[in-house]
């Protein structure tokens, strides 16, 4: 499981709705990401150097406390900083969420999750949820709490319900194929294969040297992975228990489609040893998968 929380509140702190997908893991670093669609109409406020100093200083002070709190250690904070819009631009983009205002609202969302998760196919799963089901409750002070359906169908959509399904619908032909893959490939350097979400959830392994706890291990050491295009795959290094690994990352182009809406693909992972070849081999992993899952 790569996702661990989900909160709703407001800009202004009101609490509107939060879940507990799966307990926290210890020791382990996590990203408690930001998605915002406050959409707050109106001009920024402009602070001196001093001000904004102590306005920082406040933030800080304020996380550092509710961090420890929770019995959590803050190491970093990222900041993105907005790039000044040319007045014409500007007030073509007041002009649209003026006229587009029933998705203009103060809704911020936060989740604590893996590090290594597709932050832009996250915000996705993050997307469909805003729209589907917080959209029609703005304002949310005084909106109707959500319900046991639609908290199940919040936790569906984080957790990848519908690929898991679709995947374990078809899991006896893939293992066939997945076993058959690592005895062919065994001595070229493959140890295992994984199958996962659109944003790098881990949904099967395959495979008797990693477990699905190791899996996790190693994804976290693997670090930034650019985008792939649909039937294409990059390699990356990884570690685990100090030893160096290398990571084939195969985007499938095929999946499932969430809510008739979130095109969502598969992603197929080969682990292999630094002297591995594989050569063109995860092409025709992507092509042989795909004519299962498709």
């Not at 709705?17 to 406050?38: S, Y």
């Not at 073509?92 to 205002?101: G, L, T």
């Not at 809704?107 to 597709?118: G, N």
Request: with cysteine; charged share 25%; hydrophobic share 40%.
């Amino acid at each position: 499981m790569t996702i661990y929380t989900f909160s709703v509140i407001t800009s202004t702190g009101y609490p509107y709705f939060n879940t507990q997908v799966k307990d926290l893991p210890e020791g382990i670093r996590l990203f408690l990401r930001f998605f915002d669609f406050t959409q707050v109409l109106g001009n920024k406020i402009e602070l001196d150097k001093t001000s904004a100093f102590e306005l920082l200083s406040g933030l800080v002070s304020a996380l550092f406390e509710f961090a420890k709190s929770l019995d959590k250690k803050i190491s970093t904070l990222e900041f993105i900083s907005k790039k000044k819009e040319p007045l014409k631009d500007f007030l073509i983009n007041q002009q649209a969420e003026q006229v587009d205002r029933k998705y203009t609202g103060d809704v911020l969302i936060t989740s604590q999750t893996e590090t290594y998760l597709f932050h832009k196919s996250f915000k996705q799963k993050v997307d469909l949820i805003y729209n589907n089901l917080l959209v029609s409750k703005i304002p949310l002070e005084s909106a109707e709490k959500i319900s046991y359906s639609e908290e199940q169908k919040i936790i569906d959509i984080l957790t990848d319900a519908t690929a898991r399904d679709h995947l374990m619908n078809n899991k006896k032909e893939i293992r066939i194929q997945a076993d058959s893959f690592l005895r062919a490939m065994g001595d070229y350097g493959l140890e295992g294969i994984v199958i996962t979400s659109f944003d790098m959830s881990p949904i099967m392994t395959f495979g008797k040297k990693y477990s699905f706890k190791d899996i996790e291990e190693i994804f976290r050491n693997i670090g930034d992975i650019p985008e792939i295009d649909a039937l294409e795959w990059k390699y990356r290094q990884s570690f685990f228990m100090g030893e160096q690994i290398w990571i084939y990352i195969c985007n499938s182009g095929i999946g499932v489609t969430v809510e008739d809406q979130l095109f969502e693909p598969y992603f197929y992972l080969l682990i292999a040893n630094p002297d591995s070849y594989l050569a063109d081999f995860p092409a025709k992993l992507i092509s042989e998968f795909n004519l299962i899952l498709g």
